[in-house]
C-alpha cells in the first residue's frame, strides 16, 4: 500500500483511505462505484456499500494514488509487476508500479499509483495537485 496519510473510511471487509492532498478529481472512484463513493453525502465514502472486490478494483483505478484500501485479512493492493511510466497529453506523469518516492526531504513512501507534477507548478511536489497549466481541469486526458 501507499503513504498511510489520509482519513480512513472503516468498513466491515475493506477499509479506504483518502489523501485529499494528493486527489486530482479523476473521479475514477465516483464513476466507478457511486454507491460508494458519493461526494455530496458525509461521510463521502462508505465501505461496506459495495463488495470489498469490488471497491479494491475501484480503488485501483485511481490515478494519483490518493485512495488506497486494506482488506479486513491485512492484504492491500499488489503492484503491477511491471513498472509503467506514462506522460499525458497535458503534462501529467502517471506511474505504476512498486514505486519509492521521495517530496522534497521527507523519508520516501512506498507506492503503487502516483500522478506526477510535469510543469513545476504543484503547491504538492512531486505529485500533482493540479495548480499549473499541466493539470488544469479539462486539461490532456483523465488517465
Not at 509503467?84 to 518516492?101: E, K, Q
Request: glycine share 14%; hydrophobic share 35%; proline share 9%.
Amino acid at each position: 500500500m501507499g503513504t498511510e496519510r489520509g482519513k480512513p473510511y472503516p468498513g466491515d471487509a475493506v477499509t479506504v483511505t483518502f489523501d485529499a492532498a494528493r486527489c486530482i478529481h479523476a473521479a475514477e472512484c465516483v464513476r466507478g462505484l457511486p454507491q460508494v463513493f458519493d461526494t455530496g453525502r458525509r461521510p463521502w465514502i462508505l465501505p461496506d456499500a459495495a463488495p470489498a472486490a469490488e471497491v479494491a478494483e475501484v480503488v485501483g483505478r485511481c490515478p494519483s494514488g490518493a485512495l488506497h484500501y486494506a482488506l479486513a485479512d491485512g492484504s492491500t493492493e499488489t503492484p503491477p509487476a511491471r513498472t509503467s511510466v506514462a506522460r499525458r497529453a497535458d503534462g501529467r506523469i502517471v506511474l505504476r508500479g512498486d514505486l519509492l518516492v521521495r517530496a522534497g526531504d521527507a523519508a520516501p513512501t512506498h507506492e503503487t499509483r502516483v500522478t506526477l507534477c510535469g510543469c513545476g507548478h504543484s503547491g504538492n511536489q512531486p505529485y500533482c495537485d493540479r495548480a499549473g497549466p499541466c493539470g488544469a481541469p479539462g486539461a490532456g486526458d483523465e488517465g
